[in-house]
């Protein structure tokens, strides 16, 4: 399986950015996606997640009401909706997928085991 994510790009503090991640190879079917970010200098951290099957959402407690993560069965894509972007959201933004992950893992990277290679969100203020 081989996940690309896209949509990055520039915006200006509270604007907003769709990210897509699509999934591609054999089957997919996995029980969570995820999306999570990394700015220089810091570790990888969780933004959001979505249970494959029903589409039940889960995100970081910092980034409910802004953030939305919605899936596309059908095309085999997770959306981030980005909205009211501050200059703290700047990251590189990855997706991720597992198909073994619990409820408690979804919030730790090491339990995906298949990833994007990053799209780059630049907030200017």
């Known amino acids: 399986v081989q996940l690309q994510a896209s949509g990055g790009g520039l915006v200006q503090a509270g604007g907003s950015l769709r990210l897509s991640c699509t999934a591609s190879g054999r089957t997919f079917s996995p029980r969570y996606m995820g999306w999570f970010r990394q700015a220089p200098g810091k570790e990888r951290e969780f933004v959001g997640s979505?249970?494959?099957?029903?589409?039940?959402?889960n995100y970081r407690n910092s980034l409910k009401g802004r953030f939305t993560v919605s899936r596309e069965k059908d095309k085999e894509t997770m959306l981030l909706q980005m909205n009211s972007l501050k200059s703290e959201d700047t990251s590189v933004y990855y997706c991720a997928a597992g198909g073994r992950i619990i409820t408690s893992q979804i919030s730790n990277p090491t339990a995906y085991d298949y990833w994007g290679q990053g799209t780059l969100v630049t907030v200017s203020s």
């Open positions: 979505i249970r494959w099957s029903d589409g039940f959402a």
